[in-house]
DNA sequence: CCCCCATGTGAATCCATATTCACATCATAA
DNA sequence: TTATGATGTGAATATGGATTCACATGGGGG
């Protein structure tokens, strides 16, 4: 038999691995069997640990939620002034791409569900949840005087958050000939040319 | 029963609502049975007129295609100048997100499945097209001098490209609360920041 | 005007997954 | 060291949709 786990750790294990398999293939391919090879077990033992699919789903938009959030917290932190978190982040989510975590498939796979209102929901708040703590950022940028006071914070937010997205689209269909990392330098200079106080 | 339709025209409205049913759902979300009601009839009428799931999928695609380029077109035929055009689009996409023709789901959620891989690989290439017709649009406005020649045309593609997708999303979240249309504008002035020559 | 075949129907059937269950076995705490 | 309860297993079972099929029927060409 496969070794036994810590209970805590082995629903730690799941979820994350839940969430991985949300990255490449989204919500709808997302399957109990699958989760359950990939942490090397038979399925049924998924359910030693989740109530069942939509809990495991829930559970790993929890993990998402703090992954995505924690990235934010981090550029603010690690950065000296708000456009230069702006600008980490970015970087970040790039790499994130380069290396498997799709961010965007995964809000836009499970915002997609029409059913499952409440998962739908949750999804919806965590991306507000994402706005508004990049758009802090913004509004402290325009307090310090590097972003120009006569524009509408929200509106260079959400330009800030599509500046990855269809980059990450175009990668699955480019492949390696789409470099995310040059993109990213290359829209951060036009986002920093329309938002930045000259 | 209900009224017999002519073969063409049953085809074309068949993928037409499946279409908006993948707007407002998701590849996901959609069911033949739901297809079969909203065209009023039963399920295995469906059948009379495509292949299966995946061949109504198909043709759904297809349509999309067609209406999303044709988007471009139109702009790029009824203004002036390609900044116009660019400007042109981006109102009719937000109108179009307005009435629920929600482009970005679709795209989103088509392009995530990972078995099926052929529609997968369909929806990125419309994507990558999409991009293609609105970079010509991009480089067309440096030829003009009305687009700095100094910026990457596809890095200013993909920032334009990105600027609805992450407000549609918002709006399921806020609701009424956000104004697409507002918003488009806004963004449009930031753009134009970032690419226009002064 | 009537026939014939494509369109529409409802009742099966199939299938892929999720979920349950009875049983086995390990980890650990006393 | 051993008892015990939680973890893992494999074989059912349940379920929701897709798909098929035998039959009904209406509309357009002869």
């Known amino acids: 038999m496969t070794q036994k786990m810590n209970t805590e750790a082995r629903r730690e294990q799941m979820a994350s691995a839940a969430l ?7 919500s709808e391919g997302f ?8 942490v090397g077990l038979v399925p ?25 959030y924690g990235l934010v917290e981090a550029a603010r932190n690690e950065a000296q002034d708000p456009l230069m978190a702006l ?24 915002s997609a569900s029409e059913e499952h209102a409440a998962r739908r929901a949750k999804t919806e708040r965590i991306f507000a949840g ?22 509408d914070p929200t509106a260079a937010t959400l330009l800030f958050v599509g500046m990855i997205q269809p980059a990450a689209l175009l990668r699955h269909a480019e492949g390696e000939r789409f470099d ?7 829209v951060w200079d036009l986002f920093r040319r329309a938002v930045a106080q000259d």
Do not use: C, K, W
């Open 20 to 26: 991985n398999l949300l990255a490449e293939r989204g």
């Open 31 to 38: 399957n109990i069997a699958d989760l359950a090879e990939s």
């Open 44 to 68: 049924s033992a998924i359910y030693r640990h989740f109530e069942g699919r939509e809990d495991v789903l829930d559970v790993a938009l929890d993990l998402f939620r703090d992954r995505v």
């Open 87 to 110: 600008e980490l982040l970015l970087t970040r989510h790039a790499r994130l791409i380069e290396s498997g975590g799709a961010v965007p498939h995964i809000m836009a796979s499970m």
């Open 130 to 151: 994402y706005v508004a703590r990049v758009e802090s950022l913004v509004r402290e940028g325009q307090e310090s005087g590097q972003v120009r006071s006569d524009i």
């Open 180 to 186: 995310i990392t040059v993109h990213a330098a290359r």
